[in-house]
């Protein structure tokens, strides 16, 4: 069987909130082609892995390789423009845009190996936005807009996408969806490193899962044998 290519590698990954310390040694991989659940209890340090990851806490150490280029002293723009995208969990759409205005600030230049997105696919994806091309992020729901979220970041043609919560908060139709998404954005060849609290929603679209726990990785293996470990669930996933 060949070998799965690295196209993120994290080791002893720290961060900092003032004089707080988050993530203590934070290790963790994603290949091509793969869904990587991250996964914890709020609090545990999902968000705040994958902002760390993206540049966006001051205050951190430890090593971050992007298809094999260090990145963690990079700007927050310039790993986007590497080809790591990033869907946060507040959504951060622009509520006075359009959807097609909202794509078109995510548009970013074709990639030699990563897949190729536009309007008219990302609305083969998502119908639902096919039908509203023209109505401001403000006046759409909550599943709506982060649907929109995920279609302006794959605007960019990642590689590899961090994908934080896009179960939360949405109506279970919505979810569903997302999975189904998820699987489809898989079959293209784009990788995803997905935070959720959800295992049921987890074991649908995962090749392997990290649980993390007080900022620390607790467990990590595929996601195959976590679905069937009662125990680690309930010792760490378990509200």
């Not at 999902?46 to 990145?71: D, N």
């Not at 700007?75 to 909202?102: H, W």
């Amino acid at each position: 069987m060949k070998p799965i290519q690295t196209l993120l590698e994290v080791n002893d990954l720290n961060a900092f909130y003032g004089r707080a310390q988050i993530l203590f040694d934070v290790s963790l991989k994603v290949g091509r082609g793969e869904v990587v659940a991250l996964m914890g209890r709020n609090g545990a340090g999902k968000s705040t892995t994958m902002k760390t990851i993206m540049g966006l806490v001051e205050r951190r150490t430890g090593t971050v390789r992007f298809r094999k280029e260090a990145i963690e002293r990079l700007a927050p723009f310039r790993i986007c423009q590497r080809g790591l995208g990033f869907v946060p969990e507040d959504r951060r759409i622009f509520t006075d845009l359009s959807v097609m205005e909202n794509l078109e600030v995510g548009r970013l230049s074709e990639r030699l190996d990563a897949p190729y997105w536009d309007e008219n696919k990302l609305f083969k994806l998502f119908p639902n936005l096919g039908e509203m091309p023209n109505r401001p992020g403000g006046q759409m729901s909550g599943g709506e807009q982060q649907m929109l979220t995920i279609s302006r970041t794959l605007m960019g043609n990642p590689y590899l996408v961090l994908l934080d919560e896009p179960s939360e908060g949405v109506a279970p139709l919505i979810v569903e969806q997302m999975a189904e998404m998820i699987v489809e954005l898989k079959k293209q060849g784009l990788s995803v490193l997905l935070s959720e609290q959800n295992i049921h929603f987890a074991k649908l679209v995962s090749d392997r899962a990290y649980i993390l726990e007080n900022g620390q990785v607790r467990y990590q293996g595929s996601m195959r044998d976590l679905a069937a470990d009662e125990v680690t669930q309930q010792k760490y996933l378990s509200v």
